[in-house]
């Protein structure tokens, strides 16, 4: 499969120039099936510029979302491909406990936050996910929930050859003293294990996470801590916060690298960096 | 459901147990099959030993080995354990009851059980709440 990430930002859209080599969108990340499969995760303001970029004899479209903060749907009523009546797509994410993932995605795709309503879109197929397995083509889908506010999944991507895992916003180390030592007790850890490539938030440095307690987020130490522990073969920082230039990137992923010395690469996600796997 | 059951547990009984882990309250809880996989620093005053030494332990093994009495300190049945009732019939359950701990102690107890039902009714455990009221 290939992996393309169109959109590392977390929580706001961040463009500017200080910004622009790592990218400025929100969370959006392309995955193609060696069968030709289309498999989107999440609808981040970077969903805008993929959409333009597929090419038109895509028919079938699977757009996962891991839950639905803003960040995380923003680009949806962008994304050209949901206007167009002969491509299929097909959303999956998760509904709340009280309501279904139509009347949740409604509360957005609705005036007066956005002047296209829901039911105006033409083949949009919608189903919900929360702890399941299915299959898209060859790959193989696992989603469960993970520790963030509100109803959050994770997904792991599995083709016979490869594993992506996707923990865009989650806080393993929330209340967890001790963190990072058992698997068992690890929100995210059977999503992660073993994954070729793990994209997994890291919004904070560790002295900025000390003041950000049950946001949901991860420092960086914890994203490598986790991805260790889960034993992948490389890590994709993600989610970056939108207060961190390019400069405070490279400075505080190095930094954070160093220390932990990691046995498995690492790699500060950047827009346009693609991934190819198995 | 993802397949690895055994590697990870739900990430509702890793927040109830990391919520129990920070409460004053003695909390015991168990997972979907009904083992035993976490009491809390304050049950462990209770119970008379750390959770470390005993370990995870099987719904057979937790529901007889504290010698659960009622008020008359006749015995109690491993089906009326309050925590076994929230297990077994998913209801809540309050009961005024006896333990014997670890460290051989009798004590009269109070515990509230309920069970844990997450979303789309999936059960992933049970948790019970003991306050001691005297030791008897």
Request: glycine fraction near 8%; proline fraction near 8%; aromatic fraction near 8%.
């Amino acid at each position: 499969m290939k992996v393309t990430l169109w959109g590392v930002r977390g929580s706001l859209a961040s463009p500017g120039a200080d910004t622009a080599r790592y990218g400025g969108n929100t969370s959006c990340v392309e995955v193609r099936g060696d069968d030709g499969a289309v498999v989107i995760l999440d609808a981040g303001t970077g969903i805008r510029p993929l959409g333009r970029a597929l090419p038109p004899s895509v028919r079938r479209i699977d757009l996962l979302l891991t839950h639905l903060h803003m960040d995380h749907i923003q680009g949806l009523g962008f994304f050209a491909p949901l206007f167009e009546p002969q491509v299929e797509v097909h959303l999956w994410g998760p509904p709340s406990t009280t309501l279904g993932l139509r009347e949740r995605l409604m509360r957005y795709l609705s005036p007066p936050l956005f002047p296209v309503r829901l039911r105006d879109i033409p083949a949009l197929i919608l189903h919900e996910v929360s702890d399941d397995t299915f299959e898209l083509g060859e790959l193989r889908i696992s989603a469960a929930p993970v520790c963030h506010p509100g109803p959050t999944i994770g997904y792991r991507l599995a083709s016979p050859r490869a594993t992506l895992a996707y923990l865009p916003d989650h806080e393993p180390a929330l209340g967890a003293p001790d963190f990072c030592a058992a698997s068992a007790w690890t929100s995210g850890f059977a999503l992660a294990e073993g994954a070729d490539l793990l994209i997994h938030d890291a919004q904070y440095s560790a002295a900025e996470y000390a003041h950000h307690l049950g946001w949901g987020h991860s420092a960086i130490e914890h994203a490598l801590a986790f991805a260790a522990l889960a034993g992948v073969r490389h890590l994709v920082t993600f989610h970056h916060d939108p207060a961190h230039n390019d400069d405070e990137i490279d400075r505080l992923t190095a930094a954070a690298t160093s220390a932990a010395r990691p046995a498995f690469r690492v790699t500060a996600g950047a827009e346009g960096a693609a991934f190819g796997l198995g | 459901m993802l397949s690895a059951p055994a590697t990870q547990k739900p990430i509702e009984l890793i927040l109830a147990r990391q919520l129990a882990s920070y409460l004053a309250m003695p909390i015991f809880l168990v997972d979907a099959a009904g083992t035993l996989v976490f009491y809390n620093e304050p049950a462990e005053g209770i119970l008379g030993r750390r959770f470390d030494e005993t370990g995870e332990m099987p719904a057979s093994e937790w529901a007889a080995v504290f010698a659960p009495a009622d008020d008359a300190g006749c015995a109690l049945p491993p089906d009326k354990v309050p925590l076994m009732i929230a297990h077994v019939e998913r209801r809540p359950v309050h009961v005024c009851l006896r333990i014997r701990g670890f460290d051989n102690v009798c004590r009269q107890i109070e515990a509230t059980a309920i069970p844990l039902i997450a979303p789309a009714g999936r059960y992933v455990g049970a948790l019970a709440i003991f306050w001691e009221t005297a030791q008897a």
